[in-house]
């Protein structure tokens, strides 16, 4: 029987496409389906004459593949993982390789690869990014887990993934654990943010200066190739300059609700899990649980009538300023996902390579851009960056986009049109250069009504005291202690 490179189970979209990227790149591969008619569907269709082995039970993949065996699954993420990790176990030996290419939750991954490195086997959970397109001609490949297992699928992954201008592949070793999908996860957050910087740009546009489709899409078409050049940024583009077959601008057929898969959620939980003030993703995926009450807006706009103004400046410098503002809020955006990934490093004990990662996401992925060719630059020189704002690039970038940042954001208030994401940007803008924020203030209300304690600026840091605000309070104050 032919020895197979690799086997994937899951024949949707991803995996489909995923096979097809592997088997052009000269990799033999097995596939199976729960379903089993699709891998009889894909062998007879897109596979035929391909180098593929349909396969149609556990036993007869697993018996297909070369050792060690690497078995990749892209299903849904949750309890089918679990499900085909004990269907695959007894077919398995050990130094086997176990891959998640599918967007699951950190901690399962954490606890996944630990019951599977238990067994003897190796696991990686790796996020795959850059959808359809980029699973069929190179995505943004993400992988963490048993460090032993990535010498074997290395050579697959590199291959198969994007590549920027130089040749570098946009897949690297991430680190231990859930490393790998918590990357992806930060990756997806930071997609919800960008994504709706640009709607908020859109809404501004359209609504307060009364732009045409045609109009916007000429101005995204100019953005694209200054230093908002992105995939984000050409969709849109190209969205706005779409017609239907009967000449209608198909944007405006769609209805105002979001959906989401859960991806931004985690990120945010995860920040709040970790005291990291993520608040742009945060205001972000927000943004589209209100857009989602959709009857309920409908209703209220019946009824609630803001106190707004009518645009009365200069509408082209205006659309300079809202180009700056949302620059500067995506510098926002990727300081704060930079931050968490940070924090989980330091709890995790992950070794993460943050310049490494931003190549990663230079190609293939849906965050792909110009810019992040300017934050691996930042993290080569100086591996220990805490913050990219405090990068001298985008320290520069950010002191020039602020007037027109201020601009946008006071206007937008002005003209009763919400900017969430762009407002807490330049919010967390204000606060992180901020040297004294109100939380005195809120130390002695919590203390006030809590006997919480604080410190003060007159004393070492460390030392904790309590202030008897009433009289009425005695001296016991609370006995734990959380910054």
């Excluded at 591969?29 to 897109?46: E, L």
């Excluded at 209220?300 to 809202?322: E, R």
């Excluded at 007037?403 to 992180?432: E, K």
């Amino acid at each position: 029987m032919a020895q197979m490179d690799i086997g994937l189970i899951g024949l949707a979209v991803m995996g489909e496409n995923l096979v097809l990227n592997m088997e052009s790149k000269g990799f033999s591969v097995a596939v199976y389906n729960r379903t089993v008619s699709k891998v009889d569907n894909f062998i007879n269709g897109r596979g035929k004459g391909k180098n593929f082995k349909g396969c149609h039970s556990i036993q007869e993949f697993c018996a297909s593949l070369k050792r060690p065996r690497k078995v990749m699954m892209l299903v849904k993420a949750g309890q089918a993982v679990d499900d085909f990790i004990e269907q695959l176990l007894p077919h398995l030996e050990p130094g086997d390789i176990i891959i998640d290419g599918g967007n699951s939750h950190f901690p399962d991954t954490i606890r996944r690869a630990k019951y599977v490195e238990g067994k003897g086997l190796l696991y990686i959970g790796t996020g795959v990014s850059g959808g359809e397109e980029g699973a069929l001609l190179g995505p943004s490949i993400m992988p963490g887990g048993s460090p032993a297992a990535w010498p074997h699928v290395k050579p697959i992954f590199q291959s198969i993934s994007a590549k920027t201008a130089d040749g570098s592949p946009c897949c690297d070793w991430v680190g231990e654990g859930g490393a790998g999908h918590f990357v992806k996860m930060v990756h997806n957050g930071i997609e919800y943010g960008d994504m709706q910087m640009i709607c908020e740009t859109y809404q501004l546009m359209k609504q307060g200066l009364g732009m045409s489709n045609a109009e916007m899409h000429e101005v995204f078409a100019e953005w694209n190739k200054g230093e908002l050049d992105s995939y984000l940024i050409e969709i849109t583009r190209d969205i706005l300059g779409y017609k239907d077959e009967d000449g209608k601008e198909v944007v405006d057929l769609i209805l105002d609700r979001a959906g989401q898969k859960g991806t931004g959620k985690w990120t945010v939980v995860a920040a709040l899990d970790s005291g990291q003030p993520l608040t742009l993703i945060g205001e972000a995926v927000f943004a589209r649980c209100l857009s989602a009450v959709k009857d309920e807006r409908v209703e209220a706009a019946k009824t609630i009538k803001g106190q707004v103004a009518a645009f009365s400046g200069d509408k082209k410098a205006f659309v300079d300023d809202l180009r700056h503002a949302l620059y500067a809020s995506k510098i926002v955006s990727y300081a704060q996902g930079y931050q968490l990934m940070r924090a989980a490093a330091a709890e995790y004990g992950w070794n993460l390579n943050y310049g490494g990662i931003a190549l990663m996401w230079r190609g293939g992925c849906i965050i792909r851009s110009a810019f992040l060719g300017k934050i691996k630059d930042a993290f080569d020189k100086n591996p220990k960056l805490v913050n990219l704002l405090l990068d001298p690039f985008f320290l520069d970038a950010v002191a020039k986009a602020q007037p027109s940042w201020r601009r946008v954001v006071s206007t937008a208030v002005n003209m009763g049109l919400p900017t969430p994401a762009i407002g807490s940007a330049l919010a967390y803008f204000d606060g992180y250069r901020c040297e004294r924020l109100p939380a005195n203030l809120l130390q002695a209300q919590r203390d006030y009504f809590g006997a919480h304690t604080y410190e003060r600026v007159d004393k070492p840091r460390g030392e904790f005291f309590h202030t008897n605000w009433t009289g009425r309070g005695g001296s016991t104050s609370a006995s734990t202690y959380v910054v």
